[in-house]
């Protein structure tokens, strides 16, 4: 009897097992499956910002068919030419021994793993103002990339504006460390559009005229410049209607930066053909709607470029 109950209650034991692993298995799948989802959503939200943020055409010398995001591309300034870095997970010679806090103190505070200021050529000055998850989930993108194996190239720069050092003094004047604030009073929208160009798609990198230390000049945000990067006339895209893009509709900026066309029908030309093809043409209706929001809702400038 005693031994009959023994087996029965062992087989009970042995069915209520069963029946909890196949519980347990059910819902670990289920787990599985939703932080499959939750992966791959956070690897589409990676590569999403990282288009935002145009790292491809920088860290990719595009024109020799460069590996992408391996570095080598030139940048030429008034201070000489840099060459970016590799910057995917190859651990000698990209960036795939970094800590998630060395590529946020990198990409926000413009400073390297060795504690050596980084030059405002890589625009840390604006991604300043991303978020940390953000600013993670584009580290998340680059580390699942195929590493690839390409040292650096050195910068092409003179002294003294070689000297990483005396960044320390450049960056006491023109560099503020983030947050992004919305300005008072914004709208959803303008907020996200805001977020979206001084963060993410650093328009103002180009479209802000520079001074003769290459410092932003804020007094005339996002008002143009004759002499760019690469010698480039960028244009004035504040609203004003006599220099700036005061009588584009909203409509007309996105569909500019979905696929070049201007208003005129003219094409675009240039680094910002480059901009629209590599990151402004890979972001949602919503987020083009954004930035043409926050476009129209800043101060208009009068400020002819010639
Ligand atoms: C306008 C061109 C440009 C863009 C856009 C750009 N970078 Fe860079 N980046 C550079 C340059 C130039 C350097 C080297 C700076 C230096 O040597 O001081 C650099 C350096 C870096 C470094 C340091 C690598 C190392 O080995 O020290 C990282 C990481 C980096 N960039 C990531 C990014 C990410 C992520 C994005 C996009 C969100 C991005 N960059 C967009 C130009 C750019
Ligand atoms: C790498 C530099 C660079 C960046 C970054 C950049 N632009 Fe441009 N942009 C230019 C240049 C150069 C032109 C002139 C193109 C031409 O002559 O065809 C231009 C042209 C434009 C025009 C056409 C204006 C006109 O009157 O013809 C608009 C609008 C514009 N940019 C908006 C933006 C926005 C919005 C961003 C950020 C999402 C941005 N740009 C980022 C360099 C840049």
Redesign the pocket.
């Known amino acids: 009897m005693c031994g009959v109950a023994k087996v029965k209650d062992w087989e009970r034991f042995l069915s209520i097992k069963a029946a909890s692993l196949l519980f347990c298995g059910a819902i670990l799948s289920a787990t599985l499956a939703i932080t499959g989802a939750e992966a791959q959503e956070a690897s589409d939200k990676g590569a999403y910002l990282t288009a935002a943020g145009?790292c491809y055409g920088c860290h990719t010398n595009i024109k020799e068919k460069g590996a992408p995001f391996a570095g080598g591309r030139p940048l030429e300034t008034p201070f000489g030419t840099f060459y970016t870095p590799n910057i995917t997970p190859d651990r000698d010679t990209g960036i795939g021994s970094w800590s998630d806090k060395d590529f946020l103190t990198a990409i926000k505070h413009g400073v390297s793993p060795l504690d050596q200021y980084f030059f405002p050529a890589f625009p840390y000055t604006s991604y300043t103002k991303m978020t940390d998850e953000d600013a993670l989930a584009i580290k998340s993108h680059l580390m699942a990339l195929t590493p690839v194996t390409q040292e650096n190239r050195k910068h092409d720069i003179s002294a003294p504006f070689s000297w990483r050092w005396l960044q320390w003094g450049w960056r006491l004047f023109f560099f503020t460390d983030g947050p992004y604030v919305p300005p008072s009073n914004a709208s959803d929208a303008v907020a996200r559009g805001g977020y979206?160009?001084e963060a993410l798609?650093?328009?103002g990198?180009?479209?802000t005229p520079r001074n003769f230390l290459g410092g932003t000049d804020n007094s005339l945000y996002l008002a143009g410049t004759a002499n760019?990067?690469e010698g480039?006339?960028?244009?004035?895209?504040t609203p004003d209607t006599e220099t700036?893009?005061g009588d584009?509709s909203e409509g007309d900026?996105v569909s500019?930066?979905k696929d070049g066309m201007?208003p005129d029908f003219?094409?675009?030309?240039?680094?910002?053909?480059?901009?629209i093809s590599h990151?402004?043409s890979k972001l949602t209706d919503e987020d083009l709607a954004a930035?043409a929001a926050y476009?129209k809702s800043i101060p208009p400038i009068n400020n002819k470029i010639q």
């Open positions: 145009g979206l160009v798609t650093h328009c990198e180009c479209h760019g990067g480039e006339k960028v244009p004035n895209i700036g893009i584009w900026i500019f930066m201007m003219d094409n675009v030309q240039g680094s910002m053909e480059e901009v990151s402004t930035i476009l």
